[in-house]
């Protein structure tokens, strides 16, 4: 991929590392309140203190809000930051319906599900990206297209922490909804692999429904690329004229790609990450025959990294 979406902490770090590689991004700290006031006041001074800052990182790289999902921020510190989206012209980023349990709790807490718990604090907006979105009803995708919500799949980490596996992707779509895909982070997904992504998230959708002509490759693919860009607000994940010059090039010589006689099904049912020879963000090659600038350095100091945080956690 050239351009994701991030929530974590250190954002800072992040930037800088997306800065030196020469990826897009768009990064937002996420932010907790733990329906206490004075944490939502210290993150609203952070936030506000961030966007009154001019950003040193340039324009592939660009701020989101992060709220983290509805059981760690307040309905108050939610809907300030839907304010604060609106009058900055800015994304939001939240976990939303992922689990049974977050149902559970929010119907115990606010009588209401996790998408009409949004609806009535009125922060339903084009400008909020959910990440997740399992536990939705007929209504609740209504209301998320009515107001212009997109939405994330991550079927990786819905599988590996056992969220669920019921992700209306089609109802979605046919409501006019548009849906992206994800990866969620590394450790609850690890390889961040999209072209993995892309064919777990087809066949899950249809083996639940117990439909193969369900979640098509094609639809899967668009949700990869085309509606990630828009997500994103990047006029990205097409060649077209006009459009920017991030680019991944696949190597047909791979097996996965014999016989080629339908390029977009062996992509997504056959290929993975390692088919992908070049990548070109920007007009400028990140990757070229496989094989990232200073790939070896980076791994080496992962892996000192890694191994000193075990063994200074092994003395606590």
């Known amino acids: 991929t050239t351009a994701f979406l991030d929530m974590y902490h250190k954002l800072d770090a992040t930037a800088e590392a997306v800065q030196e590689m020469g990826l897009r991004a768009v990064l937002s700290e996420a932010c907790f309140d733990h329906f206490r006031p004075e944490e939502a006041e210290r993150s609203r ?17 660009s701020y989101a809000l992060g709220p983290h999902a509805i059981y760690t921020v307040s309905g108050e ?7 604060f989206a609106r009058d900055h012209d800015t994304l939001i980023h939240l976990h939303l319906a992922e689990t049974t349990t977050e149902t559970e709790q929010c119907l115990a807490r606010f009588g209401q599900t996790p998408v009409r718990y949004l609806h009535s604090l ?17 209504e609740e995708i209504r209301i998320l297209a009515d107001h212009g919500v997109k939405v994330v799949h991550n079927p990786a980490s819905n599988m590996k922490l056992a969220s669920g596996y019921r992700f209306h992707f089609d109802e979605m779509r046919a409501a006019g909804i548009t849906v992206g895909l994800g990866t969620d982070g590394c450790s609850s997904s690890n390889n961040l692999d999209m072209i993995e992504a892309m064919k777990l998230a087809s066949l899950l ?4 429904r117990g439909d193969p002509e369900a979640v098509t490759c094609d639809a899967i693919f668009h949700a990869a690329t085309a509606a990630g860009a828009d997500i994103l607000g990047l006029r990205a994940g097409r060649i077209a004229e006009g459009y920017l010059a991030d680019l991944c090039l696949i190597d047909l010589r791979q097996p996965a790609f014999a016989p080629n006689h339908n390029f977009i099904s062996n992509l997504v049912y056959a290929a993975n990450g390692s088919c992908v020879d070049t990548v070109i963000c920007d007009g400028r090659v990140l990757m070229r025959d ?7 350095e980076i791994m080496e100091c992962a892996a000192r990294a890694a191994y000193d945080l075990m063994k200074r956690a092994a003395k606590t």
Do not use: C, F, N
């Open 45 to 61: 001074r952070h936030i506000t203190r961030r966007y009154a800052t001019p950003s040193p990182y340039g324009p592939r790289i």
């Open 122 to 138: 009125g922060i339903l907006s084009p400008r909020l990206v959910i990440a997740h979105g399992l536990y939705v009803d007929e």
């Open 77 to 83: 510190l939610l809907q300030w930051s839907a304010d």
């Open 205 to 208: 959708g249809k083996v639940w």
């Open 290 to 296: 496989k094989h990232v600038l200073g790939e070896e």
